[in-house]
Structure formats: structure tokens, C-alpha cells
């Protein structure tokens, strides 16, 4: 079956612009995860939401920062203003009902 | 919150070597272990998982133990083969019924032919 997709996969924007990076899950699957990863380092965590609930966000580094999974399926993670430091890889992982997560290719945010 | 530390950062062995991998956590209510597997430019892909009621798994070539008293865990791959190069990360849930991961750093292996 198909996995996790996140789109755009590439994204540069200038600073000060809102971007939207999107996230659709495994068919089914309850949980859904955005995470953030450095080069050369784990990802880290973001935001989670278990249908279209959020359940703990406490890993958005500020409140530029924003997430939504309004029909318990596709998720949008919205940064507004970005900043040079913004720039990353932001991925996206889901799992049936926790533990076991599977992650999406990510989405490069480049941020000049 | 949880904090996992992983050594060695990098690890290089000859191909049909043994390589271990070994991590830590701090909250003993973590209850998840996960191992990831990133290959360059790819996403992290699940190899291997342990809970905390069982101290050890083996599938193939890759086994993971767990010492919760000790709070740590560990990757061991055998008969390693140049495939198996790619950086590998550990993880732990919070606990607390939280299913969020911490990783670590993560490992670079490189296997030599």
C-alpha cells in the first residue's frame, strides 16, 4: 500500500513569507507526527495529533509555529514569517495508534 | 523530559563484522524502543523495536536488548554487509502514555568490503 506522502518536497521561500507543508498518511492510520530534523541529526519533535485532535504540541518552537488535521486524515504544518533559522527538513510520520511510526520523505524548507 | 543518548557517533567495521550500537534514556517510564535505519537522502525506516516487558529481540542478522534497570538498549547487527551502511538512531517514548519519540544523535556505520 502506499506510505506516507508529504508535499511539496522541495520548498524555498524567501524570509517573512507563511509556507504550508503538507502531510498525507497511511490509510487508517490514527496518529500523526510532524517532526523536524537537522543534517546529521535525529528528528525532533514537533506536534502530534491522534484523529483531529492535538494532542501535544509542545515541541513547536514558537507560535509562528502551527499545525492542523482537521479531518483526522491529511495534516498542514503552517509556518508563518519565516525566519532563516526555520530552514530544515520537516517530516511527517504516522502510526496505526502509536508506538510504530513510520515516517514520509520530508519536506526540505529552505528559508533565504 | 526524556533525554536518549547514543554511542559510538560513528562506528566502522569489515564487512561480516559484528557492530554494536548502545543508548541510554533517563525516564524510567519509557516503555518503547524503536531503532531507525537512514540511509543518505532517504527517510528513517523502522528495522526494529523492543518493549519494556520483553529484554530482548532478534530478527535475522539485527537483535535489540533492553536493561531497564539499567536504562539502556542496544543494536547489534552480525555478519554485516556494505548495505548496512547508513546512520541508525535509537528512540524512546516518554512514557506517561505519551507515544511521542526522543532520538538520539544517531550513528553513522560504515562497512567495509
Known amino acids: 500500500g502506499a506510505g506516507v506522502s508529504q508535499s511539496p518536497r522541495y520548498k524555498v521561500t524567501k524570509r517573512g513569507q507563511d509556507v504550508a507543508l503538507r502531510c498525507d498518511p497511511i490509510?487508517?492510520?490514527?496518529?500523526l507526527y510532524w517532526y523536524r530534523q537537522a543534517l546529521g541529526q535525529g528528528p525532533e519533535f514537533l506536534t502530534y495529533f491522534n484523529y483531529e485532535a492535538q494532542q501535544d504540541k509542545s515541541g513547536l518552537p514558537n507560535d509562528r509555529f502551527s499545525a492542523e488535521r482537521p479531518e483526522g486524515s491529511i495534516s498542514t504544518l503552517t509556518i508563518q514569517r519565516t525566519e532563516q533559522r526555520d530552514s530544515a527538513m520537516y517530516r511527517c510520520?504516522?502510526?496505526?495508534?502509536?508506538?510504530?511510526?513510520?515516517f514520509g520523505p520530508g519536506t526540505r524548507l529552505t528559508v533565504l | 523530559g526524556e533525554n536518549v543518548e547514543q554511542h559510538p557517533s560513528t562506528l566502522s567495521v569489515q564487512e561480516g563484522d559484528s557492530a554494536v550500537i548502545k543508548c541510554t534514556y533517563s525516564d524510567s517510564a519509557s516503555n518503547y524502543f524503536p531503532w531507525y535505519k537512514q540511509e543518505l537522502g532517504k527517510r528513517p525506516q523502522l528495522i526494529i523495536d523492543?518493549?519494556?516487558?520483553?529484554g530482548e529481540k532478534k530478527d535475522q542478522r539485527i537483535a535489540v536488548t533492553l536493561n531497564k534497570t539499567a536504562k539502556h538498549f542496544s543494536l547489534h547487527i552480525t555478519e554485516t554487509q556494505p548495505e548496512d551502511s547508513a546512520v541508525y538512531f535509537c528512540?524512546?517514548?516518554?512514557?506517561?502514555?505519551?507515544?511521542?519519540?526522543?532520538f538520539g544523535k544517531g550513528t553513522m556505520l560504515l562497512v567495509s568490503p
Open positions: 523492543i518493549r519494556s516487558n520483553v
Open positions: 510520520a504516522s502510526s496505526p495508534m502509536g508506538e510504530e511510526q513510520f
Open positions: 528512540a524512546a517514548t516518554p512514557g506517561s502514555g505519551y507515544s511521542t519519540l526522543t
Open positions: 490509510s487508517g492510520h490514527v496518529s
